[in-house]
């Protein structure tokens, strides 16, 4: 790993058109959903989902992944456990290391905001994923069999997650 010069930031608008980019060409059918992507997306932020929910990697003033880090429950009884509902590194910048940066910087942030547990999803099909959660210390809570039909093949979904 040679990440010196990646940086993590918080996201801001301007990023709207380099996050769009990646979305656009980061996901497939083993580990994503090829519905939410559709080459006419014209918005990578939403109203539920702004750039205060992401973290940015950034190497030279260009932005190569985010990581969205949200709590999962609204009420206080759950206020301890935060999603990561998505991570997504350019390809071109894949196998840099970066995905680790942000899972680094997801567990400082939850950390900070006094969370116990990070939770998130993963499609068992997604092997590199699998590994860099599992490295992180992520283990399998729970397994939804054949949860998804994905371009004509049933996709098992696994529930992940970091006690912290
Ligand atoms: C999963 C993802 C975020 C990882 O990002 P990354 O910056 O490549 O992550 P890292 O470099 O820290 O490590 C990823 C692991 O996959 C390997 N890897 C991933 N892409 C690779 C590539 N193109 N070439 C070589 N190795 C690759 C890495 O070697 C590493 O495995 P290892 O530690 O066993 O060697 C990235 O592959 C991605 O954006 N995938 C599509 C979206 C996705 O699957 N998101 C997660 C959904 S739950």
Request: aromatic content about 8%; overall charge negative; hydrophobic content about 40%.
């Amino acid at each position: 790993m040679s990440e010196d010069q990646v940086t993590v930031r918080r996201a801001v608008e301007a990023d709207e058109a380099a996050l769009l980019g990646i979305e656009l060409t980061a996901w497939d059918a083993s580990s994503g959903f090829p519905s939410l992507t559709p080459a006419d997306r014209t918005s990578f932020f939403t109203e539920r989902s702004g750039p205060e929910a992401h973290l940015v990697a950034e190497e030279d003033g260009v932005v190569l992944g985010y990581i969205r880090l949200q709590d999962k429950y609204t009420f206080p009884e759950g206020s301890g456990v935060l999603s990561v509902n998505g991570l997504a590194v350019a390809e071109k910048a894949r196998g840099r290391g970066i995905g680790s940066i942000l899972l680094t910087a997801v567990t400082d942030e939850a950390g900070r905001r006094g969370a116990h547990k990070i939770s998130l999803h993963v499609h068992a099909t997604n092997a590199a994923a699998r590994r860099l959660y599992e490295r992180h210390g992520y283990v399998v809570e729970g397994t939804h069999p054949r949860e998804f039909l994905i371009e004509g093949a049933y996709v098992d979904s696994l529930d992940l997650a970091k006690y912290i």
